[in-house]
């Protein structure tokens, strides 16, 4: 027999930071909020735990990119980053624009996370 599943034991949770942690045997996204503001002490509260495959995880980054190019492609616009925040997470403007919209990244191969430092983009040559 189906039942319907009781939607109040299904968290909805709101998350403005993240983190993932990934080994061969899995992956686990860790969701949490931040309170407070510029003046006061800044708390960080775990919101949500989420485990998955790593499977799971390549098909919810390729659905998600999937989806959120289509939202932009219907609507006409983009959702960007700004500068600053891509900065902040040392991510490269020409590689973001690559990632998101095909556009031609310099030819560097990407850059690695190594013992948990962003190694340097690596030039391909031709």
């Known amino acids: 027999m189906n039942e319907r599943p009781d939607t109040d034991s299904v968290p909805d949770v ?13 992956a686990v996204f860790s969701f949490a909020l931040q309170e407070g503001g510029i003046e006061k002490a800044r708390r960080i509260h775990d919101v949500a735990t989420v485990r998955m495959t790593l499977e799971h995880l390549k098909t919810l980054a390729f659905l998600t990119w999937q989806q959120v190019v289509a939202l932009e492609k219907t609507h006409g616009c983009r959702f960007d980053m ?4 891509l900065a902040d997470l040392k991510i490269d403007r020409a590689r973001w624009r690559a990632f998101w919209y095909g556009e031609v990244a310099p030819k560097t191969v990407m850059a690695e996370q190594v013992d948990g430092k962003l190694a340097e983009a690596v030039p391909t040559g031709a």
């Open 82 to 85: 700004p500068d600053a925040m």
């Open 14 to 26: 709101f998350a403005d930071r993240y983190t993932l942690e990934a080994s061969p045997f899995g």
